[in-house]
């Protein structure tokens, strides 16, 4: 069995070194030693040897880290609910779904529901397209049957 030379050698770090504060990059340091970029980036971070973060990197880490404008926070799910169903005492809405204002995909908007009917790529498919309530994707019909209370939720209560 071949005995294997160790990959870095005290030469082999010295060059390293010489390298790393001559400012070459991880690539141009492996391939002047002869070994891989990710072999120098771990030798050099087993050397605590970093370098002072650029201009740019500086940029982008003040950038991720400065505060942030909230982003639109959707509904949760128990005041979608609370929209659909109302107060828990009153009784759910029943009834059928309306079924004469279907459209098609280009018909479709932010205010009409977008449950799909039948199985898309058939003949007859297409989008319930009755009146949406606030921005919700669906009517009041489809949300009853998309938006289910959790059954646990009421017997815990």
């Keep these: 069995m071949p005995v294997l030379s160790p990959t870095w050698t005290n ?6 070194k010489q390298h ?14 002869g070994v891989s970029r990710n072999a120098v980036i771990g030798k050099l ?9 650029s201009v740019d990197e500086r940029r982008l880490q003040d950038r991720a880290s400065a505060p942030r404008a909230p982003k639109a926070v959707p509904r949760l799910q128990f005041e979608m609910l609370a929209t659909i ?7 759910p809405v029943t009834g059928p779904i309306d079924d004469t204002n279907r459209c098609s995909l280009m018909e479709l908007d932010e205010t009409r529901c ?12 297409c989008f319930c397209g009755n009146s949406a309530n606030d921005g919700q994707p669906y009517c009041t019909g489809h949300s009853r049957i998309a ?3 959790n059954s646990r939720a009421r017997v815990m209560r």
């Design 114 to 125: 977008r449950w799909p009917i039948s199985t898309p790529g058939a003949e007859d498919f």
């Design 20 to 33: 790393f504060e001559a400012g070459l990059s991880c690539r141009e340091i492996a391939a002047d030693i």
């Design 147 to 149: 938006y289910r209370p």
């Design 45 to 53: 971070s087993r050397l605590n040897l970093t370098r002072g973060r």
């Design 11 to 16: 030469e082999r770090i010295e060059l390293l």
């Design 85 to 91: 169903y109302g107060e828990a005492d009153a009784a």
